[in-house]
C-alpha cells in the first residue's frame, strides 16, 4: 500500500500556501498518483490525464512555485519528491519483504497441518495435551503422584466434547472429583 506524505513544513511553505485551490488540489492529487504509479516525482503530459479533477492550467503555476520543474518536452518532476516521498526502489524492497514473511507463514502454516497428532483424533483445539499427573501442586511438590483422573475420562478426544469437567470437592483439598459422582457435593442436590 502506498501513501502521499504531506510534509508538515509544507504547511508554513509559502510556496505552497500561496496556490489556489485547485492548484493545490493539483499538487497533492498529482503527488499521490506520481506515488500509487511509482514514478518517483516523474510525469508526463499523458498521464495527466488519468489524475481525476486535474486541471492543465495547475501546471505553469506548480512550476513557478518551484513546486515541479521541466523535465523534458512534456514531462515533468516533482522537486522534493525524494526527500517526502517512498521511491519505486524502496518499494520494491518492501514489495520483496512482504512476500518474503507470506511464503514463510504459509510454510509454517503448511509445517504445522502436517504435523502428527493434530489431524482427526488428535489433538483438540484448546484442550492440554496434558493428564495432569505432571503438575506441580502441594501434592505433586510432595513428590506423591496426583489423584486428578486423566483428560480421555472427560473429554472425547476425537470429538472435542466435553463429558465432565474435573472440580475440587470444598473441604479436600487436592481431591478432584467428576460432578456426576456419586456424592459429590457439587453433583448432589439438598
Do not use: C
Not at 503530459?45 to 505553469?60: N, V
Not at 524492497?93 to 493434530?118: H, T
Not at 480421555?152 to 470437592?169: C, F, I, K, Q, R
Amino acid at each position: 500500500m502506498s501513501d502521499f506524505r504531506f510534509a508538515g513544513r509544507w504547511l508554513n511553505d509559502r510556496r505552497v500556501m500561496a496556490l489556489s485551490g485547485d492548484d493545490f488540489r493539483a499538487f497533492v492529487t498529482a503527488g499521490t498518483w506520481m506515488v500509487e504509479n511509482r514514478t518517483d516525482g516523474a510525469i508526463t503530459d499523458a498521464d495527466l490525464d488519468y489524475i481525476p479533477r486535474f486541471t492543465r492550467s495547475s501546471i505553469p503555476n506548480l512550476v513557478a512555485a518551484g513546486l515541479w520543474a521541466k523535465s523534458a518536452e512534456s514531462s515533468w518532476q516533482m522537486v522534493e519528491y525524494i526527500g517526502t516521498q517512498t521511491s519505486r526502489a524502496e518499494f520494491e524492497v518492501l514489495d520483496n519483504i512482504r512476500r518474503a514473511e507470506r511464503e514463510k507463514k504459509a510454510r509454517q502454516r503448511a509445517a504445522k497441518k502436517a504435523s502428527p497428532g493434530d489431524g482427526p483424533g488428535g489433538h483438540v483445539p484448546g484442550m492440554s495435551r496434558r493428564t495432569g499427573k505432571d503438575r506441580t501442586g502441594q501434592e505433586g511438590q510432595a513428590g506423591e503422584e496426583g489423584s486428578e483422573a486423566p483428560l480421555e475420562e472427560h473429554v472425547d478426544l476425537v470429538s472435542g466434547v466435553v463429558s465432565s469437567w474435573p472440580t475440587a470437592v470444598p473441604g479436600s483439598p487436592g481431591e478432584w472429583e467428576s460432578p456426576d459422582a456419586p456424592g459429590s457435593v457439587l453433583g448432589s442436590v439438598a
